[in-house]
């Protein structure tokens, strides 16, 4: 394999960062308005959203598909921009919603994500809603990839860029007590 110069530069490095922010705000904003909707006093943090009352179970499961729907819409949107205008900004899109919901599913055995309560209600273990969105997500980046020419210096710069985001708003979220 060739290690040629890649496509994105630091312009791109920055609007990843802010993708990544905004990914987490916008996925756990649409938990808060989905618990709020349905008339219960929602609590958000950098990384999480809860109700401080219970739930029914129809309603926490609505609550739980919301971010990840939202999630799964900025990342078709991305693709969209991806392939009718070979855009940036769109792979950075894709690309965050993938991240953030493949490393989800990877936390799954230590804190379920959202997919994982999801399938789990509906009988299908754990493991079944996680691993299908993180697999067609992963579809999604490949494409785009394929589409934009992108070098392994550019999926490198990808999983640096996401890796820190994550970690400072899992990190920073903690610290913040949420």
């Given at each position: 394999?060739?290690?040629?110069?890649?496509?994105?530069?630091?312009?791109?490095?920055?609007?990843?960062?802010?993708?990544?922010?905004?990914?987490?705000?916008?996925?756990?904003?649409?938990?808060?308005?989905?618990?709020?909707?349905?008339?219960?006093?929602?609590?958000?943090?950098?990384?999480?959203?809860w109700s401080r009352t219970p739930m029914e179970a129809a309603h926490a499961m609505w609550v739980d598909a919301a971010?990840?729907?939202?999630?799964?819409?900025?990342?078709?949107?991305?693709?969209?921009?991806?392939?009718?205008?070979?855009?940036?900004?769109?792979?950075?899109?894709?690309?965050?919603?993938?991240?953030?919901?493949?490393?989800?599913?990877?936390?799954?055995?230590?804190?379920?994500?959202?997919?994982?309560?999801?399938?789990?209600?509906?009988?299908?273990?754990?493991?079944?809603?996680?691993?299908?969105?993180?697999?067609?997500?992963?579809?999604?980046?490949?494409?785009?990839?394929?589409?934009?020419?992108?070098?392994?210096r550019d999926q490198l710069v990808s999983y640096l860029v996401a890796s820190v985001v994550v970690s400072l708003v899992?990190?920073?979220?903690?610290?913040?007590?949420?």
């Amino acid at each position: 394999m060739e290690f040629r110069k890649g496509v994105f530069g630091w312009s791109y490095v920055a609007v990843l960062f802010l993708v990544g922010l905004a990914t987490f705000a916008v996925h756990e904003f649409a938990h808060w308005l989905a618990g709020t909707a349905l008339g219960y006093p929602m609590v958000i943090t950098p990384n999480q959203v809860w109700s401080r009352t219970p739930m029914e179970a129809a309603h926490a499961m609505w609550v739980d598909a919301a971010g990840p729907l939202v999630t799964c819409v900025q990342a078709a949107v991305g693709l969209v921009l991806v392939r009718g205008r070979r855009s940036q900004f769109g792979f950075a899109l894709l690309y965050m919603a993938f991240f953030m919901r493949l490393l989800a599913a990877a936390l799954t055995p230590f804190n379920p994500n959202d997919e994982a309560r999801i399938s789990a209600a509906f009988g299908l273990g754990p493991w079944s809603l996680p691993v299908l969105v993180a697999a067609v997500l992963f579809g999604c980046v490949f494409v785009a990839s394929r589409r934009l020419k992108l070098t392994f210096r550019d999926q490198l710069v990808s999983y640096l860029v996401a890796s820190v985001v994550v970690s400072l708003v899992v990190f920073g979220s903690r610290a913040m007590g949420g």
